[in-house]
């Protein structure tokens, strides 16, 4: 087996286990272990783990303020920005503000994107030309999967309030405008599909990306795939209980946990592939998310002429002092007419 | 060392080797790296391990501990650098990095996907200081530090120009800049560093700049360059060294004053001080601006960066003003207040004693850029400029990508272009290419060496490309910069890419540019050529 047959393979097997492992085990009337006990076990490890985690990045200092300055910096009064220009090398907390609503809402960096290709040129002596152009797919496959992934987590908000609060209906009511279909059809089911398979086919199509992916990276992917898949075939095909659900989860919520009667096993798998993505979630790359918002060549404003850093381990270091410098070449800088601090003995003598 | 030809070269794959990529080991060739520091620059500034060794060797003499020593380097650094920890953590390999390098776009070497140049480090951490990585290996990117990996490091680690390019793509920031300074120092930890890098540090920390000039050989120099400004203009332009009592410290690279072409920057220079009457000085002690030592750790770059201020503060100078320099002025813009601790109260805000202009921006950290400087003498009308004396140069603008991308300097020069230059003489390279976007020169961050000229010639590919097109297209013959390690590499670039341009500095242009009262009838650019329309060549050009 090759790296990248490996790593998919480790990957496919890891999420197949995991769907077999809560099958058998609900089969074999584990509901109380995986209703109950893994997903409030998999809520511990999440929110502790990013705790920690988040914790631990914040107990590092950030010695220098280095905000990678993507525009014009703030510097003569006359001097032209536009609001990208503000947005992209901020001023000062405020435009910082600015740029991080702009990077996590919106990906902005990712919107940056360009290709570049080496395509022949017969005009050119070396025969070959670098061409580059906007590249806007792995910004809309990104932004894609994460909306529409937010937009299902919100919908799901209904099973854990009673009665459902009247934004998340909405939401589920604007989500389900296409009504083509009888349940209601979700617009976001068949995006994070899409997107999903987007984000796994570029990684599998392209030779330099399959070449630095990891299991770490399919694993993500494929598990979340199982969760959607899961979702959609209980949504539209193999319908469950969904009041049962509802009173599994509202027990949950009320830290008064019940097993209902009449859910199905394929819930149970949805359920705890959900968990294992929660616990994973701290200890993978899934970390970028809050990462994000700690990110210095992001966070920090371009200001570091006019706003003084403090680097809190900042420490005296050797250097060559002036003096020591002088001692070197004093008769050398004399005899070429460089000022000095201490005139040479030599020329004294010489004076006399 | 004979060098294959640009077609050659520009016969790059993309298409990575059939093995993963931990078990494919870096090829020395020659050519594509750079010689082992000697000893001797390493005693010269304390550093460890000083040893005589050799890159193409088998056995590079590391010492017994030397495993312990960069394991024990990277937890201090995890602690110490918010940034190194978090790049670890939070990398999502989603490869929109990898296209941006100009390394990986001028070899196609995987490994030089910063993405990938990452991993190289990232795996060891994921290894030594995560659990996961710990308990799952190769699966999540973890693997164990050897020879092979720390041969690894070095060898793309230098192959990496710091030029933040893939920073600006990362969705998230990731700086793989930051991650090779880190690597760096943790390679000089064991006594692993490059020849080029270190002598210039050693010199520049010893004698006062790069170039290693004692101060009657710099004042030389520089007064050679005043004679020649003399000759072309008929203008006195003095040269002032270590004066105390000057309103302003002049600090320039080394580049500046030392070689063509960046020494008819210097030539600019001192015509527009000359012009202007700045009560200025430089200094033999702080000669550099420039910062090879932020090339290999940030220690050193506080070593060799203290000098401006120490000097600045004997010579009792008001405010310092600095020449064209990239990294100089990341150094300068993002760590040298950081580094001195607290405000430079020695120094008072900077004020322009010509148009009474207070640069706001810098009323902290105390030093102007020599283009807000131009620009702001510029716009209060105080230069008398000829553009028609550089009617011969169709000029381009390469971002230098420090002051691009660590400090975000674009309008000054280019306003500075569009009044010593005729109308419709500029032109600007693909849009992808220049500003934020700009590509790096290759030779950047300590490795503009003879002896990895192919590895040189590679990573400026993009950066020459783009150049290319403007020239085919407009016909453009000069690429401006703001660079001195710009104007001590793109020559060599260019020369190999498109012999048909030539590297200027803006200041120069300003100087060629200059109306004095008195002066010679200029029939010659700072460089002895011929202007268009003027003197004897005026028929001949007309003729064409």
Redesign the interface.
Known sequence: M??TQR?IT?ALAAVLGLIAVAYVGVQGNLQLLFGVVVPYLALLIFFEGIIY?VI???????????P?????????P???RTLG?KL??PENRLWVLGRMAL?VLA?R??F???????VPDP????????V???YKW?WLG?IAFHYAFLIIVLRHLRFFFEPTPKPIALLGEIDGFLQFFIPTFYLTDIIIVLALLYLLGRRLA????????????YFPLFLIFGIVSTGILMRYFFKTDITAVKQLIMGLVSLKPVIPAGISPLFYVHLFLVCVLLAYFP???L??AP??F?????NLP?D????????P??YP??????ME??DQ?RE??Y??????EKEPETAEVEGE | MSLPK??E????S???P????MEVKPEFRPGTYCNAAAPKWLEWI?YPFPRQWSVADEDWQLPANWKEIVLAGMEDR?????????FF????????C???CHFF?GTGD?KN?P??RA?LLRSVYKRYF???GKA?GE???ARDLDEDVIKEWFFYLYQCTIC?RC?????????MA?MTLLGREMLASVGLNIDWALASVAQC??K?SHIGA???AL??MMEFLAEENERITGIKTPVY????GAEVLVVVPSGDYFADPGTYTFMGYLLLFTYIGLDYTFS??AAEGGNFGWFVS??MG???N??IY??AK?LKVKWILGGECGHMWRVC???M???Y???PTFLEEPVSPITG?K???????R?VHIS?FT??LI?HGKLNLDPQRNAHIKLTFHDSCNT?????????PR?IIQHVLPEGHFFEM?P??IR??TFCCGSSSGINANENMELRMQGG??RA??L??VH?RYGVNHMGCICALDRATLPTLVQY?VPEVEITGITELVGNALVFEGELERTTDLRDRDLVGFGEQEGGEEEE
Not at chain 2, 167 to 175: A, E, V, W
């Open positions: 090759n790296f790593h480790v985690r631990k990045w914040a107990r590092s200092p950030v010695p220098f303020k280095i990678t300055t993507a525009g014009q910096v703030k510097s003569l006359w001097i032209p220009d992209d090398n990077e990906f960096s990712l940056r994107n360009t290709r570049t290709e080496l005009k050119f002596p070396e025969k070959a030309r670098l580059h152009w906007s792995l990104a392209n030779a330099n990306l399959r070449y630095i992916t990891l299991a770490s990276d200890y993978s790359k970390l970028h990462g994000v700690l990110s210095p060549t992001r371009g570091n002429r006019w706003a003084l850093h403090v680097n381990w900042n270091v050797k250097f060559h002092p002036y410098y002088e070449f050398a800088m005899e070429a007419g460089i000022p000095v | 640009p077609e070269l520009a016969r790059v993309y298409q990575p059939a093995k993963g990529w304390d995890l602690a110490r650098f918010r940034s190194l920890k978090l953590d939070i990398c999502v390999r989603c490869g929109a990898a296209d941006k776009l995987p996907m993405v990938l991993e995560t659990r996961i799952l699966l999540v990117g933040r920073s600006l793509f990362c969705p998230y920031g990731i700086d930051e920390y010893e006062g004692t101060p009657q004042k030389d060294l270590n004066r105390k033999t002690y940030h220690e506080k070593r060799l203290a000098k120490e000097e004997r813009n993002q760590y207040p950081t580094y601790g607290e405000v202009t640069f706001e921006n810098a009323k902290v950290h030093m807000e620009a702001d716009r691009a991308r660590g400090m975000g300097i674009f309008e000054e306003y693909p992808h290419t934020e976007k590919f993009a490309n783009a290319r097109y085919e890419w």
